[in-house]
């Protein structure tokens, strides 16, 4: 059985290693604003403290984020990723982004805590043929609000996942295997729950995104709270034998469980924030540029020259 991947990221390694050769873009990650309405402690695209994420006043402006659009796609770019630098559901600009990229024949996948997901953006979704990923940390109610320090998220959450699912994001076409995504984080707060997710994923055709800690923002340092490779690795381990009673076979662990490849780590691949910083990947701690002074394509030329097509893993995380 193929491995189950969601819509922008079901793109081959053999397309990456001809896009590398070639000196093109593949994929990109771009942001809405930095507001969003949780206070997540494993943020990292904030800095602690925070308790909740304002405007920032030095964003982009719409026009730029549409510039910005047109000038990946000029570059060749199949895939864009919008997960945040708030919660993209929140910015009345991302409509009409995911409008743009769609005219583009371009894939997009947003990444969203799923609080504020309704009829309208269902159907905003399914206009653009855009994929979703939502979070999922826990199942568990309390522990859930917790992770995010609001109330009442998790039901929020809850009946998000269910529109998602009754919409058919979940359900394979001859054109992809899936729309839709749950991203968790494993970390020793949730690291016993994980399989339980985990197997819901398989069950409903749900592309699992299961990493440790992205070393940026909140935890760009070591916390109490992660866990460390070995017991990582020990866990991807023990899903993979199960994946393979399933007939889903795989050789990679890292850094997402079920064999899920990380799409954006300075392979063919350009992220550039909400302030027009420009980094190979969301976790990159080396801006190659800024919009002001530097275009794109330049930036993107500066990172194939100091890089190595790093195989599809995370750099980021190696480096801890």
Do not use: H
């Not at 980094?279 to 394509?297: F, H, N, R």
Request: charged share 25%.
């Amino acid at each position: 059985m193929k491995l189950p991947l969601i819509k922008g990221w079901d793109l081959s390694s053999e397309e990456f290693e001809i896009a590398w050769k070639k000196g093109a873009l593949l994929t990109a990650s771009i942001e809405t604003s930095n507001i969003c309405n949780l206070a997540c402690d494993y943020c990292f695209r904030e800095e602690n403290p925070i308790v909740s994420k304002k405007r920032l006043p030095n964003e982009l402006l719409l026009e730029d984020s549409l510039s910005i659009i047109d000038d990946l796609a000029k570059l060749g770019v199949k895939t864009i990723n919008i997960a945040g630098a708030g919660e993209p559901l929140l910015d009345p600009n991302l409509p009409i982004m995911l409008e743009r990229i769609f005219s583009y024949g371009i894939t997009s996948l947003v990444a969203t805590n799923g609080s504020k997901i309704n009829d309208y953006w269902i159907n905003c979704f399914i206009k653009t043929g855009t994929s979703v990923m939502i979070k999922v940390n826990s199942f568990n109610e309390q522990k859930q609000n917790q992770l995010v320090n609001r109330i009442n998220y998790a039901k929020k959450r809850d009946r998000g996942l269910k529109k998602l699912i009754e919409a058919g994001f979940n359900k394979a076409t001859g054109e992809y295997q899936t729309r839709l995504s749950i991203n968790a984080l494993v970390s020793k707060d949730t690291i016993n729950e994980v399989p339980e997710i985990f197997n819901y994923c398989r069950e409903n055709n749900i592309m699992p995104c299961m990493g440790s800690f992205i070393p940026a923002g909140k935890t760009a340092t070591r916390t109490d709270n992660e866990v460390s490779r070995k017991d990582f690795l020990v866990l991807a381990d023990k899903i993979r034998i199960q994946d393979k009673e399933r007939g889903i076979e795989y050789i990679r662990l890292w850094p997402y469980l079920g064999g899920v490849p990380c799409t954006q780590q300075g392979k063919a691949s350009i992220f550039v924030n909400i302030l027009g910083g420009i980094y190979d990947c969301p976790a990159g701690t080396v801006e190659y540029g800024d919009l002001k002074k530097i275009t794109i394509e330049d930036a993107f030329n500066k990172i194939k020259a100091e890089q190595t097509n790093y195989c599809l893993g995370c750099l980021a995380r190696d480096l801890r």
